[in-house]
């Protein structure tokens, strides 16, 4: 019997990391669609399993760190390992104004999302990867705006 690799992906309820979390499940794997919306992440995980393809919705708030805590446990619960990282959750900030004119707390909650949201998974993630034959971990990104002052 062939062991199916598990993954998780961050913010996979649209976008980028929907197409991801979609891709991964077509390959074979049992896909978690991280999100911090319930009805969203519900949504897109339901949208991913026609044809028998493997997806289910894992509640995922990359700023909180009980919900971070509570993921990593869910998943070790659930399957004892993760193979597959994807961190992907993301927020944008104004990018029609420059960084001398953009909100600070705006700034500070782009940072809390796409920085230290990252750090937080992986750090809570890491004890499950260790348990696989080939871990990995796959971080995204995406432009911030203008740097011009």
């Given amino acids: 019997?062939?062991?199916?690799?598990?993954?998780?992906?961050?913010?996979?309820?649209?976008?980028?990391?929907?197409?991801?979390?979609?891709?991964?499940?077509?390959?074979?794997?049992?896909?978690?669609?991280?999100?911090?919306?319930?009805?969203?992440?519900?949504?897109?995980?339901a949208r991913i399993r026609p044809e028998g393809l493997k997806a289910q919705y894992l509640k995922l708030d990359v700023t909180e760190a009980v919900s971070v805590e509570d993921a990593a446990r869910a998943v070790d619960e659930r399957f004892g390992r993760l193979d597959i990282l994807i961190n992907n959750a993301a927020i944008a900030s104004d990018t029609t104004l420059p960084p001398s004119e953009a909100s600070l707390d705006n700034i500070r909650?782009?940072?809390?999302?796409?920085?230290?949201?990252?750090?937080?998974?992986?750090?809570?993630?890491?004890?499950?990867?260790?348990?696989?034959a080939a871990a990995r971990i796959v971080n995204l990104t995406s432009g911030l705006g203008s740097l011009s002052m």
Avoid: C, H, W, Y
């Fill in 1 to 45: 019997m062939v062991d199916v690799k598990v993954a998780l992906v961050t913010g996979a309820n649209k976008g980028i990391g929907f197409a991801i979390a979609q891709k991964l499940a077509r390959l074979g794997m049992s896909v978690l669609v991280g999100a911090r919306d319930s009805s969203r992440g519900e949504q897109a995980a």
């Fill in 109 to 132: 909650k782009v940072f809390e999302t796409n920085f230290f949201g990252v750090i937080a998974v992986t750090q809570a993630m890491l004890p499950l990867l260790r348990k696989s």
